[in-house]
Every structure is written in C-alpha cells, then in structure tokens.
C-alpha cells in the first residue's frame, strides 16, 4: 500500500492486485509461520488475493476499511484454514459492509460460519512497549520486488512491538485512534491489511487489540485500534448497524 493507505482513491487504482507494488503496505516479512488462528481469514477482491481479516462473531468479518471499500467489488472470503488454499469460500453479504467512524475498519457481514470468533482486548491491552502479533498471509518480499510475487500460501504471525505516536517513523502512517508497532522478528507488509494484531489477556486468552492499516515496509505499521472499537463492534454485530 501507499504511505497512507486511508486515502481511498489510490486504494482504488490499486486495487488491480491489491497494493502490491510501491510504498507503505501490509504482509508478513520475516517472521514465522503459524500454527494457529482458527479466526484469520483470507480476502479477496474480484478473485485477487487482497488482505487479511478476522472473525468477531458467526456473521462479522473484521477487516481494514479500504479492503472493501467499493460495493462493486466482489469480496469474498477463504475461511476455515491456515492455508488459503484450502478452506471455503464465502461471499460478503450484500449492504452487509459497515465502516468504522475515523478509523480504517469495517465489518463485513458473511453467511454464517461454523468459526469461534475471536474475543476483543480490553484498552488496558494496547500499552507502549508491549509486544503484539501481527497476522496476515502477505507478502513475504521487499521493494523492489513485486509483492504479487511472493505472497504467501499459508498464515504467517510476527510480533511487534507498540511504540508512541510521537516516534517520528509513525508521522505519516498514524490516525488518532492507531497505534504504531515497530519491527520485531518480522513486519507486516502487501497483503496483511486488515489482519489482526493480538495479546494474551491475564487469563492466557488470545485477544483481538488491532486491525492492521498501513506499514512502511521497513520499520514501522499502524494498526487501528480494535479496544477503541469495542461499543461500536458490539452495537453492530446486534444489529446497529443496518
């Protein structure tokens, strides 16, 4: 993706496969593959490979808002398996995409599956200086080679660590209600956009605290974050939202 990847107009000339050439984006460079995440669930758009998103409830994909912008394009989603080749594939409803005010998220509404939704994170959970996952089935490369090229088959997870907004790398990736993560054993990058980033709870649970918006491909990615989200996550799995 572009260095803001909220700016929708670019999102959209982009889209022909799915941000996967020049400036700040979002896949997991380095990192390692996973062996979990029962939740993550691979996006297309017009049958391209395009981001990554989460389930929140039987019906609700989260993902980044920019994923799923246009209601001509034809999402759809590869759910059920760590590897995108396999697994089923669903079609998101129709006036079925709900966006997030002033951040780049939106819940898309799905046939219901036989998933267990992941369970959101606290605001006591996004801190600086703690260590995040960050999910997506990206690209595994770096400019200048084509993200197309290497995205990756299967779910890969890196962490990443929270640093403050005032930390200059983030000046152009962050919104108000983001949180910025620097590299750690690995980076998001093409692809990984609306991916989630996630903690343990006290109680050991694995818990949603961020949807992934935007990376610089090098050092930094913004991440919108989900625990600012929980109301309106809630309002609109109840049916707020339509």
Not at 99 to 109: S, T
Not at 135 to 152: H, I
Not at 173 to 197: E, K, Y
Not at 229 to 239: A, N
Request: proline share 5%; net charge positive; glycine share 12%.
């Amino acid at each position: 993706m572009l260095s803001k990847m909220r700016v929708y107009g670019v999102i959209c000339a982009l889209i022909a496969f799915f941000l996967a050439t020049a400036g700040p984006a979002s896949a997991i460079q380095g990192g390692t593959v996973s062996k979990h995440g029962p939740w993550a669930v691979r996006v297309y758009i017009d049958g391209e490979p395009s981001c990554t998103g989460t389930v929140v409830a039987p019906e609700w994909v989260i993902t980044a808002g920019h994923c799923v912008r246009y209601d001509n394009w034809d999402v759809t989603f590869r759910v059920g398996s760590l590897d995108r080749r396999h697994g089923k594939v669903v079609r998101r409803v129709e006036n079925g995409t709900v966006f997030a005010p002033g951040a780049d998220v939106a819940l898309v509404r799905v046939p219901r599956l036989d998933i267990e939704p992941i369970e959101r994170g606290t605001g006591t959970s996004v801190k600086v200086g703690r260590s995040v996952r960050s999910y997506g089935w990206g690209a595994t490369c770096a400019p200048p080679k084509n993200e197309a090229s290497c995205q990756s088959n299967v779910l890969k997870q890196a962490q990443v660590r929270i640093v403050a907004h005032a930390d200059r790398r983030c000046d152009l990736l962050v919104g108000t209600g983001d949180f910025c993560a620097q590299r750690g054993s690995g980076l998001p990058a093409g692809g990984d956009s609306g991916g989630p980033a996630t903690v343990f709870d006290k109680t050991g649970k694995e818990v949603l605290v961020g949807v992934l918006s935007a990376s610089d491909r090098t050092d930094v990615a913004s991440f919108a974050d989900a625990t600012r989200l929980r109301s309106w996550i809630k309002w609109v799995i109840r049916g707020g939202g339509h």
